[in-house]
T-cell receptor
Framework: AQKVTQAQTEISVVEKEDVTLDCVYE???????LFWYKQPPSGELVFLIR??????QNEISGRYSWNFQKSTSSFNFTITASQVVDSAVYFC????????????FGSGTQLTVLP | GAGVSQSPSNKVTEKGKDVELRCDPI?????LYWYRQSLGQGLEFLIY????????KSGLPSDRFSAERTGGSVSTLTIQRTQQEDSAVYLC???????????FGPGTRLTVT
């Protein structure tokens, strides 16, 4: 069975601080996908990134970066120089079987960026 | 282009009544998914459609839940004899094909009184 753990329920930072959101996953498959989604107060889930299990390269997109480490089954997400607009709930998700059909979500991390 | 749309945005119903929730996926997307988001259970997968294949219903919580996808496009999620524990936000997502990133709609907030 697959499982995604986001141990940080809530994080508060002051604007311009860097923040890392942790994600640890469990799966028996060798082929799987990992995702991050953002859910702002408006409620709509916004896709941020998809990573397959064979690609451990870290990725950077603007102020966002992701660190995928299979050795520790982690897929952490860092926001550099956080902004108030980054305030949202962030979900990490896993799909097994290499088909990215159903997503198993973590419980989410509520990030609040204070001005 | 237009994203995933869902209707209604809010639905209040009495316990025991049936409800239908609608999802319009992004044009050209062959895969469609339903999820449920509630305080106690987080985000849960319900059902998945891919093209004309038989749907994956493994996430449906009971036989009161069913879904259809007509013409490979619009989908309807039906909940019969609603219970208070069905209260949640029901999210629909679509992707170009199974394996691609899923794009979510705004959800339907269902309240069963």
């Amino acid at each position: 069975a697959q499982k995604v753990t986001q141990a940080q329920t809530e994080i508060s930072v002051v604007e311009k601080e860097d923040v890392t959101l942790d994600c640890v996953y469990e799966t028996r498959d060798t082929t799987y996908y990992l995702f991050w989604y953002k859910q702002p107060p408006s409620g709509e889930l916004v896709f941020l990134i998809r990573r397959n299990s064979f690609d451990e390269q870290n990725e950077i997109s603007g102020r966002y970066s992701w660190n995928f480490q299979k050795s520790t089954s982690s897929f952490n997400f860092t926001i550099t120089a956080s902004q108030v607009v980054d305030s949202a709930v962030y979900f990490c998700a896993l799909s097994e079987d290499g088909s990215a059909r159903q997503l198993t979500f973590g419980s989410g991390t509520q990030l609040t960026v204070l001005p | 282009g237009a994203g995933v749309s869902q209707s209604p945005s809010n639905k209040v119903t009495e316990k025991g009544k049936d409800v239908e929730l609608r999802c319009d996926p992004i044009s050209g997307h062959t895969a469609l998914y339903w999820y449920r988001q509630s305080l106690g259970q987080g985000l849960e997968f319900l059902i998945y459609f891919q093209g004309n294949s038989a749907p994956d219903k493994s996430g449906l919580p009971s036989d009161r839940f069913s879904a259809e996808r007509t013409g490979g496009s619009v989908s309807t999620l039906t909940i019969q004899r609603t219970q208070q524990e069905d209260s949640a936000v029901y999210l629909c997502a679509s992707s170009y094909y199974s394996g691609n990133e899923q794009y979510f709609g705004p959800g339907t907030r269902l309240t069963v009184t």
